[in-house]
């Protein structure tokens, strides 16, 4: 059986999530190639080349992929798949925006965000929020995956693949890049942090968000926060923890003025320590919590802050 | 421009899934069912764009039980001009959807198709994209934003890094994301209204499509449970507890 992994990376860093990825497809067994898609992808590629077990990284290396458009990532991948029994990605905004393209033109069903490989046709995925656990065994001859990374260890390095460049492909006519409003910041990223400190309605303000910001950067953690926060304007989308937000599963996640809706739940249950601070002792956030103070934020974080 | 928007009757938001004893599924007996909130927001843009005149015609389709029907008058009582309703009592992969959306989205000759970015109760997040493969479409998908002009549309989406524009060639597919718009309420009179509406009913043999499933469920079971630890009554104690356990 031969595997692709499509690579997430920003034409400079490969991220950890190809890492993770690479775990799940090693676990169907058989031959795992990358796939590297971008501009100026070398340095991504060596890099790539680098993770264990990885037979060889294909580079395709044109300015319509820069930002892997759908339409332009959905053109490359489909025709290499004749080589392939199965593609995985990681299931970021990146990759879940072209992989249901690339399913429904091999006429396969997407099998998305798994926890869990039973067997090379048998995984486990979360329903309903996470409140239910599927597993479910595909009968389609080739397999598309997206994987919920936080679920998988990442792949270690010392390995030497081979690498190859593919043809350029031919530029999609129907859709293109206007342009990126990115979030700035010196923080680690949410999906990678070993810390994240996340804010919620109770914060009540954009101005009142710096007391979380500062806790976080006292703790070198990254910044959350829940839909509610984001709904008001206090911080970026990007921020959002949850079911149809961003999985995260830090070390220690601290959840501040968070009433803990199943939605939020589901993008950080399996932290390994969850810290609740909230005014509500009967806030839901509290029965998932190792550890609960019962507080007005605005005197307990700045308490904690002090302290560390 | 002819505007399709799908919606979907899913497991309301606010009520928890419980899981058969039997693991065969999630139990949808006597709960509390919804449009899928993802769809409240495709509708309400559709009615703005037809408010705004840029839609001429704006339809709602359901694929699902006899009950979808009521989640297409929903969509009607708040604007959408005409339903579809795709009788099925098989709970259908997006795969199947898609294809029995392509053969809507042609039938209708709509130039835009608005999906949510995903259905809370499965969570594939497959549909839309699926549809603008099949129908060759460019796509707009996690839509935070949209501006319609001539023959092309922006698309502001919600990506990981913040926040990216594409500007698509009509027809195309957007799928919405949470903060694309704020849905209205239906008003008591166009509830009424909405019930003199036309709602075609189809079946997925109509279109010709092949529904089988590719995936068959092993079992669906509890996730691993968390249990709720203990109350720190102060500061201090809880920087305690943390340096114990070495995440600090
Ligand atoms: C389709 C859909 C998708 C969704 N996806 C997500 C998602 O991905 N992520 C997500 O987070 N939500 C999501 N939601 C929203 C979710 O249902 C909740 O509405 C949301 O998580 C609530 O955010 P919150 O906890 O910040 O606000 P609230 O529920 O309003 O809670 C605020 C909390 O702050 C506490 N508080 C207030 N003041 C103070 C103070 N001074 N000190 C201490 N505590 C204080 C209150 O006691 C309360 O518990 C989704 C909803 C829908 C319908």
Same mark, same amino acid.
Request: proline residues 4%.
């Given at each position: ?5 499509? =690579? ?16 799940? =497809? ?93 067997? =090379? ?188 | ?248």
């Amino acid at each position: 059986m031969a595997i692709l992994v499509v =690579a997430e990376h920003d034409n400079t860093d490969l991220k950890d999530a190809t890492h993770k990825t690479v775990t799940a =497809a090693a676990a169907m067994g058989g031959d795992v190639d990358i796939l590297v898609a971008g501009t100026g992808v070398k340095d991504v590629m060596a890099a790539a080349a680098k993770i264990d077990g990885v037979r060889a990284v294909l580079g395709v290396d044109h300015v319509s992929l820069t930002r892997q458009l759908a339409e332009a990532m959905e053109a490359v991948i489909v025709p290499l798949m004749s080589e392939y029994d199965a593609i995985l990605a990681p299931d970021t905004t990146a990759h879940k925006n072209y992989m249901p393209r690339v399913a429904a033109k091999l006429d396969v069903m997407q099998i998305s965000s798994i926890t869990g490989v039973e067997s =090379a046709d048998t995984f486990v995925r979360p329903i309903y929020a996470g409140n239910a656990m599927a597993t479910v065994k595909s009968s389609d001859s080739k397999k598309v995956i997206t994987v919920r990374t936080t679920a998988f260890n990442a792949a270690g390095e010392g390995g030497s693949a081979s690498d190859k460049m593919l043809a350029d492909p031919a530029s999609p006519s129907t859709s293109e890049f206007v342009g990126e409003e990115l979030t700035k910041s010196d923080r680690p990223e949410l999906a990678a942090a070993k810390i994240v400190v996340s804010g919620g309605r109770g914060v009540g303000s954009s101005e009142n968000f710096a007391i979380i910001e500062s806790l976080a950067d006292k703790l070198g953690a990254a910044v959350g926060a829940s839909r509610a926060a984001v709904d008001a304007g206090y911080v970026p989308n990007d921020y959002q923890v949850g079911q149809t937000g961003k999985s995260v599963a830090p070390e220690l996640y601290i959840a501040i003025g968070i009433s803990g809706a199943i939605q939020h739940l589901a993008g950080m249950k399996d932290s390994k320590i969850i810290v609740a601070i909230n005014k509500d002792e009967d806030a839901p956030i509290f029965q998932v919590a190792d550890y609960g103070l019962v507080a007005d934020l605005f005197i307990a974080v700045p308490e904690l802050e002090a302290a560390l | 421009m002819k505007v399709l928007v799908p919606v979907k009757r899913v497991l309301d938001y606010n009520v928890k899934a419980r899981v058969k004893a039997d693991q065969s599924g999630v139990d949808l007996s006597n709960v509390k069912m919804s449009m899928n909130p993802f769809d409240e927001i495709s509708v309400e843009e559709a009615v703005r764009l037809k408010e705004a005149g840029t839609a001429t015609e704006a339809v709602v389709v359901s694929i699902g039980p006899a009950k979808a029907q009521e989640t297409i008058r929903t969509a009607l009582a708040v604007g959408m001009d005409r339903g579809i309703h795709v009788q099925t009592d098989e709970d259908l992969e997006p795969l199947a959807i898609a294809k029995i959306l392509k053969a809507i989205a042609e039938e209708e000759g709509a130039q835009l198709v608005i999906t949510g970015k995903q259905a809370i109760d499965n969570d594939y997040g497959a549909t839309g994209s699926m549809l603008a493969a099949l129908l060759d479409w460019p796509q707009g998908t996690f839509a935070n934003t949209v501006e319609t002009s001539g023959d092309s549309i922006t698309v502001k989406r919600e990506v990981d890094g913040g926040l990216q524009t594409v500007k698509l060639t009509l027809p195309a597919v957007v799928t919405t994301d949470l903060r694309l718009n704020e849905p209205r309420y239906a008003r008591l009179p166009d509830i009424m209204k909405a019930k003199k509406k036309q709602i075609d009913a189809k079946t997925p043999a109509d279109y010709g499509v092949d529904t089988a499933p590719r995936l068959t469920t092993v079992k669906v079971t509890e996730p691993a449970g968390r249990s709720a630890g203990i109350k720190v009554e102060s500061v201090e104690a809880l920087v305690g507890k943390l340096k114990t356990e070495g995440v600090i």
